[in-house]
């Protein structure tokens, strides 16, 4: 946990005085983390790693990423905004003969906001661009035929381009287990605890589920749109070997810190919602896989808090449409 700090805070180092970098080499910054970081398990996927196939043992890599366009939406008190959200994930895994499995993944997220408009929380374009860094060794193991157990730290930076990176800071964790009940379904609690910026700490409760309804047809934990949190659900429908077809829906949380020239000077900031999507997926091998998504963000809510944690403002903002691609590769 100390090495993945002291690497993040370098990371952080170069960030703070290259923060003129266009959005271009933000998006090279990405590239470059997932190359040093050979492909692997992405950051808080909980399902991905803790439950499915037995664990095999030696080296396995995966890498994902993608690209999701959150377009124009009126915002309650006057003005509007829209999102450009790109995110990239990888990084090593390492299976054990006894059944034990360790991760190092590494993961970047950019989300460049345009605000727009005389009024209200858009007239004061309360941020800009913000850049998330995030660390996490994953550790499953199964205990026996039936349960397996897991266990992942985490430490993450988020903040606006400028923003001091040792108050961007958070770190935590999940852990839970989970139970095969057959071939077909596996279903388990888990919780995450983790520090969030200028507030109390978050519990987050997590369910596992990978239920195989049908040869077809199966329910799974749902992933989110690139660094945020939050529980969701996916139904997929997969009528052949290269096509899938998904929906489902889950709650995105997105909590910031701010540059010191803002509104805001030093203070945090957030977004909220519930996207609802459908998607088709492209498999060209069992191991690579290209989707395309659209869908629409729900119960949106945007908050500016001052240094200290004390709200200045939270305002709501309309449904909107969301359309992305995104992709998966695993050796």
């Known amino acids: 946990m100390f090495c993945m700090y002291r690497f993040l805070k370098y990371i952080g180092w170069i960030m703070k005085r290259k923060f003129e970098f266009a959005p271009a080499g933000y998006l090279l910054l990405g590239l470059l983390i997932l190359v040093a970081a050979p492909a692997g398990s992405a950051a808080g996927e909980i399902r991905e790693k803790n439950v499915g196939p037995d664990l095999k043992s030696g080296w396995s890599l995966l890498t994902r990423g993608g690209y999701v366009h959150q377009m124009d939406a009126d915002i309650d008190s006057g003005g509007s905004f829209s999102v450009n959200r790109f995110f990239v994930q990888g990084g090593p895994a390492y299976g054990f003969d006894k059944g034990a499995q360790i991760s190092l993944a590494v993961g970047y997220g ?28 994953p550790l499953r193991w199964e205990m026996n035929e039936r349960w397996t157990g897991f266990v992942s730290p985490t430490v993450r930076f988020a903040g606006e381009a400028g923003a001091e990176f040792d108050d961007a800071i958070t770190g935590g964790g999940f852990t839970g287990v989970s139970f095969r009940f057959s071939d077909r379904l596996t279903i388990g609690p888990g919780v995450g605890v983790l520090t969030r910026l200028e507030d109390s700490v978050q519990v987050i409760p997590v369910l596992i589920i990978d239920w195989k309804i049908t040869d077809t047809l199966s329910l799974n934990t749902g992933r989110g749109i690139g660094a945020t949190l939050g529980p969701g659900l996916t139904l997929n429908w997969r009528p052949s070997r290269a096509w899938s077809f998904t929906v489902g829906g889950r709650s995105e949380s997105l909590r910031f810190r701010l540059d010191e020239n803002g509104t805001a000077a030093n203070g945090v900031g957030s977004d909220r919602s519930f996207p609802v999507f459908g998607g088709i997926e492209y498999s060209f091998s069992p191991m690579v ?43």
Not at 124 to 130: L, R, S
Not at 290 to 296: F, W
Request: proline share 3%; charged share 30%.
């Open 110 to 137: 950019f989300d460049g906001y345009d605000f727009s408009g005389d009024a209200g929380l858009g007239g004061k374009k309360p941020w800009d661009d913000i850049h998330t860094l995030r660390f996490s060794a």
């Open 289 to 331: 896989r290209i989707s395309v998504l659209g869908g629409a963000a729900f119960g949106g809510e945007l908050r500016l808090e001052d240094e200290d944690g004390h709200e200045i403002t939270e305002e709501d903002y309309d449904p909107t449409g969301l359309l992305g691609v995104a992709f998966s590769a695993r050796f």
